[in-house]
């Protein structure tokens, strides 16, 4: 038992490093020099990472990387019969309780015309698949064929989730080898139309639904499902969907594609996800009508009804999994901030639309003030207007305000610093009766009401934030005001999805002449202006920080997210910028480093946790190199051979 988690962290530093991180970063991704595992099992990228002086392998002195004898060489991987693009070194296998069509059927354990000779044997479904065997890198290059001819987004997603419904551990695998491609087609801005399309797309069931008629009952639903070691649970009530207002059920797309980049950006292994819908009905009187409509066609549950619905899920979800982080999703303004304030000091839990998306604007605005050659610190000496004053808008204001008190400015300095606008113009204290506690923390005492040109013009804003869901809100007028004012503004319109953009990487751009700072909430192409110059528009997702989140606090066992754990993971994002990509206007990384920003985000976390005394998982050898056993946790989508268990 160690008496001081924080104390080793500190001795940890000590320790010799036998290999850098970068040998740790290239031996995850390169399959001929990683022992791979399943899903089930942890992920080795690597043997002994860090070792302590006095350690000495049993042989009295410690082996030097060059003098690994020749036999210890692995080899490579075969090039003729069954096995061509396969490796036939020891994978440790898998037991299961299934055999024959069940497994064909399982989405975790299939893979498709990939299993060999002794499998289809040994399992019992020899001559239920197509002779010939198919590694998973013809099989990956089929899938991806078939995405790449279709031109329709829509269409993309309907092939990549059918992958999804038959073989998960391809389909993480495509998304893990080409995230920048996959990411716009699993999620936003195309996750939107899938969410609207659900019920009539419809397939197979994913996920669990809980809605009045099961009260009193969740206790022991929860055990129908059949997974019994979950780490993550999205959870929504589909009554904010990106920016499309009350899907009610059909916002299942959205825990769906969230978990999915859990599994494929932050290394949690699928099994242990798990997606869920609150349906307490809807108010969308399209839904109410819809014959084909899967949800509870009756307007939505409001008080103590509501609330106490939502707190006999947490509790049953709790009590058969009490380690599992509860990410709350896309529920509305009045009830998101409500339901973080009351849970999120007791359980483990935090809400992305209100935490993630201010912790991820947090580490772009860090980022932006970088490309202008300025400190973090001078985030207190910004003027910040926020055209939004809904829980995201908020959410990313106590965030930053946060990071102005971690940075030592007093709380009316961080104040004075933000102008928060919403369809009434500038929240004033003359409002206060209308606003949540959240939003009166922010009304001014003079001048509310001020709509955003005139917020602009009189108070000259460094950045604008825009999560108004109101496509095309900032108008030229608008920012080229901005520019008089800012010799390079920063402007991020962060609203879901694409026609829900305040404005386009185009449009801010051209109107700023190249000075801006722009990234957004949904993709955008490269701009080039007339001059010749070429921009490359970075997106502001929340996917940079929510997987690495989640992995950090799920692998050291906290108890709470806390706002410092938030404030790190910003910090840790906007550090991992490079020179070059700050150059080229960049303020995020390159989306296909994300697995490699996860986990740095999920080492911050961790390191933060210990700080805390919240980290009771992580022993000596953990705490001696985090980089290494998070990297060791982290899920790689994988084909393991299957063994039938036995009674």
């Known amino acids: 038992m160690i008496s001081s988690y924080a104390s080793l962290l500190q001795r940890s530093v000590a320790r010799r490093v036998v290999r850098s991180t970068s040998v740790v970063s290239a031996a995850s991704t390169n399959n001929k020099s990683s022992v791979q595992h399943s899903f089930f099992r942890s992920m080795n990228s690597a043997s002994t990472i860090v070792e302590d002086d006095e350690s000495d392998y049993g042989f009295g002195k410690s082996i030097p990387d060059n003098k690994i004898p020749e036999e210890y060489i692995e080899e490579g991987e075969e090039t003729i019969g069954e096995w061509t693009g396969c490796t036939r070194k020891f994978l440790a296998p898998l037991?299961?309780?299934?055999?024959?069509?069940?497994?064909?059927?399982?989405?975790?354990?299939?893979?498709?015309?990939?299993?060999?000779?002794?499998?289809?044997?040994?399992l019992h479904f020899r001559g239920l698949l197509p002779p010939r065997r198919v590694n998973m890198k013809i099989q990956k290059e089929r899938v991806l064929q078939e995405i790449r001819a279709e031109p329709s987004m829509i269409r993309k997603h309907i092939i990549l989730e059918d992958v999804h419904d038959r073989n998960e551990t391809l389909y993480h695998r495509i998304l893990?080898?080409?995230?920048?491609?996959?990411?716009?087609?699993?999620?936003?801005?195309?996750?939107?139309?899938?969410?609207?399309?659900?019920?009539?797309?419809?397939?197979?069931?994913r996920g669990m639904y809980f809605c009045e008629e099961d009260?009193?009952?969740?206790?022991?639903?929860?055990?129908?499902?059949?997974?019994?070691?979950?780490?993550?649970?999205?959870?929504?009530?589909?009554?904010?969907?990106?920016?499309?207002?009350?899907?009610?059920?059909?916002?299942m797309g959205i825990p769906i594609g969230k978990?999915?980049?859990?599994?494929?950006?932050?290394?949690?292994?699928?099994?242990?996800?798990l997606p869920v819908v609150i349906d307490v009905g809807t108010d969308n009187e399209e839904l109410l009508n819809d014959k084909f409509y899967l949800g509870v066609q009756k307007p939505r549950l409001q008080g103590s009804k509501y609330y106490h619905l939502v707190d006999?899920?947490?509790?049953?979800?709790?009590?058969?999994?009490?380690?599992?982080?509860?990410?709350?999703?896309?529920?509305?303004?009045?009830?998101?901030?409500?339901?973080?304030?009351?849970?999120?000091?007791?359980?483990l839990c935090f809400n992305d639309d209100i935490q993630g998306t201010g912790a991820t604007t947090l580490a772009g605005v860090l980022g932006a003030l970088r490309a202008k050659g300025e400190l973090p610190?001078?985030?207190?000496?910004?003027?910040?207007?926020?055209?939004?004053?809904?829980?995201?808008?908020?959410?990313?204001?106590?965030?930053?305000?946060?990071?102005?008190?971690?940075?030592g400015r007093s709380e009316e300095e961080a104040k004075n610093c933000f102008f928060i606008a919403d369809e009434k113009g500038l929240l004033g204290t003359e409002r206060l009766n209308q606003l949540s506690p959240e939003q009166a923390?922010?009304?001014?005492?003079?001048?509310?009401?001020?709509?955003?040109?005139?917020?602009?013009?009189?108070?000259?804003?460094?950045?604008?934030?825009?999560?108004?869901?109101?496509?095309?809100?900032?108008?030229?007028?608008?920012?080229?005001?901005?520019?008089?004012?800012?010799?390079?503004?920063?402007?991020?319109?962060?609203?879901?999805?694409?026609?829900?953009?305040?404005c386009s990487a185009e449009q801010a751009f051209e109107w700023t002449n190249g000075r801006c700072i722009f990234a957004s909430g949904s993709p955008f192409d490269p701009v080039q202006l007339k001059d010749g110059r070429t921009f490359y528009p970075t997106q502001c997702n929340n996917m940079f920080v929510f997987p690495g989140i989640g992995l950090g606090v799920t692998l050291c066992g906290a108890k709470t997210v806390t706002d410092r754990m938030l404030y790190v993971a910003a910090e840790a994002l906007a550090n991992y910028l490079t020179e070059e990509e700050l150059a080229q206007g960049k303020v995020f990384p390159d989306l296909a480093m994300i697995r490699d920003v996860s986990k740095k985000v999920a080492i911050a976390v961790i390191e933060e946790a210990v700080r805390q005394g919240q980290a009771p998982r992580l022993d000596e050898k953990a705490l001696a190199n985090l980089d290494a056993f998070v990297q060791k946790k982290m899920y790689d989508p994988v084909y393991v051979p299957l063994i039938e268990k036995r009674a």
């Open 312 to 347: 006999e899920f947490i509790q049953a979800v709790r009590h058969r999994w009490p380690n599992v982080l509860i990410q709350f999703e896309d529920f509305s303004s009045d009830k998101a901030q409500k339901l973080l304030n009351k849970y999120r000091d007791d359980i």
């Open 176 to 205: 893990v080898d080409h995230m920048v491609e996959m990411a716009p087609i699993i999620y936003t801005p195309t996750v939107g139309q899938a969410c609207k399309e659900f019920a009539m797309r419809y397939r197979r069931p």
């Open 259 to 273: 978990l999915s980049l859990y599994c494929a950006a932050g290394g949690i292994a699928p099994h242990r996800v």
């Open 441 to 502: 923390m922010f009304a001014r005492d003079t001048d509310g009401g001020l709509t955003l040109n005139e917020i602009v013009n009189k108070y000259k804003p460094t950045m604008i934030l825009g999560m108004t869901a109101v496509g095309g809100l900032f108008s030229e007028k608008l920012i080229r005001d901005m520019g008089k004012h800012c010799e390079r503004p920063i402007i991020f319109p962060l609203s879901n999805p694409t026609i829900k953009a305040e």
């Open 215 to 251: 009260r009193g009952h969740m206790a022991a639903m929860v055990y129908n499902w059949p997974e019994k070691d979950v780490h993550v649970i999205v959870v929504t009530d589909g009554s904010r969907i990106l920016g499309l207002g009350d899907l009610g059920a059909n916002g």
């Open 95 to 122: 037991s299961v309780k299934q055999s024959g069509t069940e497994i064909l059927n399982n989405p975790l354990f299939n893979k498709f015309t990939a299993f060999k000779t002794g499998e289809r044997d040994r």
């Open 377 to 407: 610190t001078s985030l207190g000496d910004q003027r910040i207007l926020i055209a939004g004053a809904g829980s995201a808008g908020i959410g990313v204001a106590q965030v930053l305000y946060q990071a102005m008190l971690e940075h």
